[in-house]
């Protein structure tokens, strides 16, 4: 019977195979690597895009925060022109009432109104100076507008004035079987189109009402109107913030006022 060969790996071809395998290493390594730049690339954009975000945001401000559609004031203002101007609280709505078209500086070319600064910011003085007449426990203030509660609640913590957000109890200062009933001196309403009960309330009770009134708000029995934004969060929450600091300086109160961000939220 025949002897079969032996099949003999030659020298040459061990060198051969050990190349193959660093050669698969190596490939195995560079698809790693290309999966780890293509990570990194991901993360790169991610980050390219959020700052992009944050530049248009910026850019956006700047544009919101365009001086040459204000009326620049003759004298100094409460806060700085810029801070009223960023909150929005010169921008009224595309309709304007008999009643705030004096407040009303001129129109933009989208057609909405904008308030002359000066005038909101006279308004707020004189507002100051009337709530200080009154002591915190006189006071009502109403916001059924969600844009304001966040705003009313810092502002009963820093001032210790009564505030309604969301619903307003019917008969609160009217009914005295009521066991909540009190009786306020002073109505001070963020929205008279929302907030129409406390106003009734006010008329029944003959106290004073001051409302926030925006260009297309309608309202003959306010002892003081303040031409606003009473729309936004920003504008609103600048307003009490404005106010919690005067009405705490008239009269005294050492309570710490929070931060403005604390009124206007995010």
Known sequence: MPRKKKTTVSS??????QDK?????????????????????EELKKKISEKAKELEFKIKIKEDINLDDVEKPKEELLVPLEEYVK?????????????MRPCVFKRRADGLAVFN???????????????????PESIIVTGKREASWKALKAFSKATGIRVFTKKYPAGIITNPNLEEFFEPKLTFV??????????SDALIVNIPIIALCDTNNLLSNADLI??????SNKSIGLIFWILAKQYNKMRKIENQIPPLSEFTGE
Do not use: F
């Open 226 to 231: 303040v031409p606003c934004n009473n729309k």
């Open 12 to 17: 040459d071809s061990a060198p051969e195979s």
């Open 117 to 135: 600064t000066s005038i909101i910011d006279k308004k707020l003085r004189l507002l100051a100076v009337m709530l200080s007449n009154y002591s």
């Open 21 to 41: 395998t660093v050669q698969v290493q190596k490939k195995v390594k560079e698809v790693k690597e290309e999966k780890l730049d293509a990570s990194k690339i």
């Open 87 to 99: 909150s929005g609280i010169h921008l009224g709505t595309k309709v304007i009432t008999a009643q």
């Open 190 to 199: 963020v929205d008279p189109w929302l907030d129409k009960n406390p106003i």
